[in-house]
C-alpha cells in the first residue's frame, strides 16, 4: 500500500491518509441529506429514497477511481448549486420532466469533460480573480444555511422514509396529543414552582 499510493514520496503515510479521509467525509457527508431534499422536493418526481441512494454511490464510486485509479488524494460526490437549478429552475419552473433535466446533466457533464481535456476549464478558473472564488464558497455555505433553514424537517423526512435500523417513527419527531398533554404538564409544573418559590419570598 505504501509503494502504490507513494506515502514516502509524498511525506504521508497510513494514519495521516486515514485521520484525513475522515475530515474530509465529514466535511462533505452534508450532501448526503441536502441533495435528496432538494431533488426530492414534491413535484419533481423523484423519491427521497432514490435519490439519497445514488448521491452515496456516486460519491463512492467517483471517490474510490479518483484514489486507485488516479492515485490521488481527492474525494468527489454531487455539487451543490446544480441540484437546485435542476429542481427549482428546469423540473418546477419550466415544467420539464426529470428525464430531460438529468439528460442535461449528463450532457452538461460531457462538456466539462472536454474543457478538461483541452485545457480550457483550467483557463477559466485561472481568469477568475482570487476574491470572486472567495466569494463562491461563502455563498455556497450560505446557501447551505438557507437550505436547512427552509427544509429544517430534512433529517424527520428522511427517517421516516428510509428503512433505518431502528424505530420508525423515535420519541424525538412523534407529536399528537399524549405530547401535547406532556408539553402543557410540563409547563404547569413550572409555573406552580413559579408561584411557589414568589410567595414564599
Not at 423519491?47 to 474510490?64: D, N, P, Q, R, W
Not at 439528460?103 to 485561472?126: D, S
Amino acid at each position: 500500500m505504501d509503494h502504490f499510493f507513494k506515502f514516502a514520496e509524498r511525506g504521508t503515510n497510513l494514519r495521516t491518509e486515514i485521520v484525513a479521509g475522515l475530515t474530509t467525509f465529514m466535511t462533505m457527508a452534508y450532501i448526503i441529506f441536502v441533495n435528496p431534499t432538494i431533488l426530492g422536493t414534491e413535484g419533481t418526481g423523484l423519491s427521497v429514497e432514490g435519490v439519497f441512494v445514488a448521491t452515496c454511490l456516486a460519491a463512492a464510486a467517483a471517490s474510490i477511481a479518483m484514489g486507485v485509479v488516479a492515485n490521488f488524494p481527492v474525494a468527489l460526490a454531487s455539487g451543490l448549486g446544480l441540484n437546485a437549478v435542476v429542481t427549482f429552475t428546469l423540473i418546477l419552473g419550466l415544467g420539464i420532466p426529470w428525464q430531460t433535466a438529468m439528460a442535461a446533466v449528463i450532457v452538461e457533464g460531457l462538456l466539462v469533460t472536454l474543457l478538461v481535456l483541452t485545457n480550457l476549464r483550467e483557463a477559466v478558473l485561472n481568469a477568475i480573480p482570487l476574491s470572486l472564488k472567495f466569494a463562491i464558497a461563502v455563498g455556497i455555505g450560505l446557501f447551505i444555511a438557507f437550505i436547512v433553514l427552509r427544509t429544517a424537517r430534512s433529517l424527520r423526512l428522511l427517517h421516516e422514509r428510509l428503512p433505518l435500523p431502528y424505530p420508525a417513527r423515535s420519541e424525538l419527531f412523534r407529536s399528537g396529543p399524549g405530547t401535547r398533554r406532556r408539553r402543557y404538564c410540563c409547563r404547569a409544573g413550572t409555573r406552580k414552582a413559579t408561584a411557589k418559590r414568589a410567595a414564599a419570598m
